[in-house]
């Protein structure tokens, strides 16, 4: 906005033309008064800025007045778009216009002067006063002491046709009129279109059809703009004197993207980081030379600054804004931005929190399903044992392997997965029990690996987000808004920060500390913070789709087309890989998935993970170490096996006595071949259970423990 006092001379008004031809802008409004519009079109002339591509439109306080310019006047205007009032052509206009004209010449008034033409301000007087004297006869006659409430209350209530149409007052105001669009074009004008409040732009407000509002300007007929070009102008050139005034952000954190420097001796502003390099880059690409001058936005460094208010600088303080300024829906009602030039998308990111605990290997199995495993085994082998038992053989040799085969046939459902190369069983029905507890078992390990491998990789990307966390977000950036209206995530649960050393401080708090729990936030400024923090955060939940961080320009500039082009060709050239490494540090790369960082935060076990593991076969081991070698343990030791023995034995030690006496036809059995006998004195009886020793076939007295050959 340029404001001009009314009793500015006309070099003040050519060094503001001059100020205005230098910028971008190449469309004008005018609102101001019948003596400095008409003064100021006429310079505008003589300044160059009436020529073509540029438009100026006027409003109704210097359009109703046109009937009363000269020539010259109206000549500067050729090509204006103005709008004011419309008035309906009628009967009753036209015959109060002849009244007028004849009224004016018999009282010796010029008439072909263009003052004597009445403006829409002169019928709606006429009409005003119609109006009062209606109302005024309905009063008659009046009290002088209630005239000013009657009067008014009349004036409100009172309706007819008058000479601008129907006259009617909403509210105390005139109702809404339509207005008419037209164009300046030689000694007259030429009506493009209208304006109502019911149908906005039309071309012709006779026209049927289906009445929808519309506010494009196609609907408008032809217009002849300045410099006598049917062409629409763009509204933007590109300066071809002085500096494009580029706006950077003055940031408080992630300053690799943008970084202002200010010289202490010339006060000038300058740039640094990734959104600068990019900018430069560009600019030796694009096909003309273009001089540029940084100005920085919040100087004061002010906390609550954001991104749309310094886009709301753009045409008035910056031709462009240059920094990490994300393309956004709702900023492209009033900025065009060039197309991005980094990765797009909003993420979650929460804290690595792996549950992994000493006992990690129990949880792929329930205990329900732990239970009925370790009754299988049970099972399997008392079964097993029963199987077994109906296997017989004379001969010493078989004697002592069936002894060795039964001492191990408790454990065969769990020793003939270690030693399948042994012969645990000699009966096939043991055979095909054993297969398909094989079967089972092998079910069983590939399942208990299958929900281990879940646990410990797939489980920990799953995460749910809670109505009760605390929720961080960049300062200034358009995230909050993005939380509030599209996530739906309450204003109260959010909390903004302007650095990855105040993210991550405010996340190692936590929300009952005063801290967050999570944070969202656009994917270079977490990669950034993944880098740096690595394995304390990972990535949960879906990428959410923005556009990535672009250059901001006025609606309709021209550098929007070239600056897109240009970055392109620095984006996908050669030097983007340098500028990526220069700015946030060496191995960094945007072609590298966002994946590929956080599947390194869970790629190692600890020993804490399987403690509970090693517990369990430590304290076996020493308990057997236990047992083998010192006196109390093998006493104890043989009290447990003697007790075993006695309570599983004793039904097949009798048959097998049974087997020895009664058989005619085969030679009594002599001490050497005897596997399990029962000898009887005088006093009571003894069940002795023999085994066969380590050596020379020695036979070991499992009462006594004595050996005998």
Not at 262 to 268: G, S
Not at 280 to 291: G, S
Not at 373 to 384: F, K, S
Not at 466 to 495: A, T, W
Request: charged share 20%.
């Amino acid at each position: 906005m340029v404001p001009i006092q009314t009793s500015a001379e006309d070099t003040d008004i050519s060094k503001e033309l001059y100020k205005l031809s230098r910028k971008q802008t190449r469309v004008f409004l005018v609102h101001t008064n019948p003596s400095l519009g008409f003064r100021l079109f006429t310079l505008a002339k003589s300044a160059g800025v009436m020529s073509e591509e540029y438009a100026w439109i006027v409003t109704n306080s210097l359009s109703i007045f046109l009937n009363s310019i000269d020539s010259a006047v109206r000549d500067s205007m050729e090509g204006v778009v103005g709008v004011r009032p419309y008035v309906l052509n009628s009967k009753a206009l036209e015959s109060f216009k002849e009244r007028l004209r004849r009224n004016m010449t018999m009282s010796n008034t010029t008439t072909t002067s263009p003052i004597t033409e009445l403006n829409v301000y002169g019928l709606w007087a006429y009409d005003t006063v119609t109006a009062l004297a209606i109302a005024l006869e309905k009063i008659v006659p009046f009290n002088s002491t209630s005239l000013g409430p009657r009067l008014l209350n009349e004036l409100l209530t009172t309706k007819f046709r008058g000479l601008t149409g129907d006259f009617e007052l909403f509210n105390g105001k005139m109702k809404p009129l339509a207005f008419e669009i037209f164009n300046v074009i030689g000694t007259g004008e030429k009506t493009v279109g209208f304006w109502t409040p019911e149908r906005g732009i039309t071309r012709d407000l006779s026209s049927a059809g289906e009445k929808t509002y519309a506010t494009s300007a196609k609907e408008l007929k032809t217009i002849t703009w300045p410099g006598d070009s049917v062409t629409r102008p763009k509204g933007w050139a590109i300066p071809t004197t002085g500096n494009l005034r580029v706006g950077v952000p003055w940031k408080h954190g992630f300053t690799e993207f943008a970084n202002v420097i200010i010289d202490k001796k010339t006060r000038r502003t300058n740039a640094t980081g990734f959104s600068i390099d990019i900018f430069l880059a560009a600019l030796e690409v694009l096909p003309f030379p273009t001089k540029y001058q940084f100005f920085h936005y919040n100087d004061t460094r002010n906390t609550n600054w954001s991104y749309d208010d310094m886009l709301r600088g753009i045409p008035e303080d910056y031709d462009m804004v240059v920094g990490d300024v994300t393309v956004w829906a709702p900023r492209a009602a009033h900025v065009d931005f060039s197309l991005p030039y980094s990765e797009s998308g909003v993420i979650l990111v929460v804290k690595n929190k792996k549950p992994f605990d000493m006992w990690i290997f129990m949880k792929p199995l329930r205990w329900d399903l732990w239970l009925a495993i370790v009754v299988a085994c049970v099972l399997m082998g008392v079964v097993l044992h029963i199987l077994e038992n109906r296997v017989t053989s004379n001969d010493a040799d078989s004697i002592i392997e069936n002894i060795e085969r039964r001492r191990a046939i408790y454990w065969s459902p769990v020793t003939v997965l270690a030693f399948p190369e042994r012969n645990m069983v000699s009966n096939n029905w043991s055979f095909f029990v054993l297969v398909l507890w094989l079967f089972m078992a092998f079910i069983l390990m590939q399942s208990y690996t299958a929900n281990l491998s879940a646990i410990l990789t797939v489980d920990q990307l799953k995460f749910a987000f809670s109505d009760s966390y605390y929720v961080g977000c960049q300062e200034g950036s358009f995230m909050k808004e993005f939380l509030i209206n599209q996530l739906h995530i309450s204003p109260s649960r959010l909390r903004s920060y302007n650095s990855s050393e105040e993210y991550h401080k405010a996340m190692s708090k936590g929300s009952k500390n005063g801290g967050i729990d999570a944070i969202f936030d656009e994917i270079p400024y977490m990669k950034l913070f993944l880098n740096k923090y690595d394995p304390q955060y990972k990535m949960a939940g879906p990428t959410y789709r923005t556009g990535g961080f672009g250059f901001a320009f006025p609606v309709g500039s021209p550098l929007v087309a070239h600056f897109s082009k240009a970055i392109l060709d620095v984006t996908q050239g050669p030097n983007m890989t340098a500028i990526e490494q220069k700015n946030f540090g060496p191995g960094y790369s945007s072609q590298d998935p966002l994946s590929s960082r956080i599947s390194q935060q869970t790629s190692s076990l600890t020993f804490y993970e399987f403690a509970g593991l090693f517990l369990i076969i430590g304290s076996v081991t020493l308990f057997s170490l236990i047992c083998s070698e010192t006196a109390i343990g093998r006493k104890l030791t043989d009290k447990t096996t003697n007790f075993i023995h006695i309570l599983f034995h004793f039904k097949s030690s009798r048959v097998m006595s049974m087997e020895v006496d009664g058989d005619t036809n085969e030679p009594v059995a002599n001490d050497d071949d005897v596997s399990d006998v029962s000898v009887r004195d005088g006093t009571d009886t003894s069940t002795r259970v023999f085994e066969a020793g380590p050596e020379n076939g020695e036979i070991i007295d499992n009462v006594t423990g004595n050996n005998q050959q």
